[in-house]
């Protein structure tokens, strides 16, 4: 997946309730880059646990365009979306170094990959939920992709079962705060 076409830029467009794939598929029909990350979520439903592929940024898609050659209308009336994200009359652009280290994260289809090649014992810094920026380690990572991570809180050890998007590796220089 390449990032940057000469005169490119990528937007944030909203697509309307469960129509990620419709609004996917209308706008590559009309010759647009789109770009929708993708995770794994597990949920229960009458008893059982369901896992499905469902958008890293739900309602939303990026979509690039070729100011140049104008196209925002063109995006904002293709069936299945609702608009492209505007802060006044024109699209806002998203920061080009945010679209490609999405990518960079994300398989050819949009899977987001877990970060990095972690082992239990690593250190990683949560990024997510009332713990961010708190230091845990990798006590185990099971095989539907859970991870559960030691923590010491108020000086005992407490364990918690995250997702892989919920934290990130650290390297030896990053600061840190501690529980």
Known sequence: ???HHRG?????AQFKPNSHNIAERNLVRQSFRTF?????????????????????FPGYIFVALNLLHGGWRVVNSTYGIKRLVSLGKEPTPVPLDLVS????????????LPPGLLQPG??????KGPFADFVARIESIAPDRRVYL???LMGAQTRVGVSAEHFRAISPSTQVKRA
């Not at 490119?8 to 944030?12: A, I, P, R, V, Y």
């Open 36 to 56: 929708l990350p993708m995770q794994e979520e597990t949920r229960r439903a009458r008893g059982k646990f369901i896992t499905q592929m469902r958008p890293l």
């Open 101 to 112: 280290q999405l990518m960079q994260r994300c398989d050819r289809e949009g899977k987001l």
């Open 122 to 127: 690593d250190e990683v810094m949560l990024t």
């Open 150 to 152: 030691l923590m010491e």
């Open 1 to 3: 997946m390449s990032t």
């Open 8 to 12: 490119t830029t990528w937007f944030l």
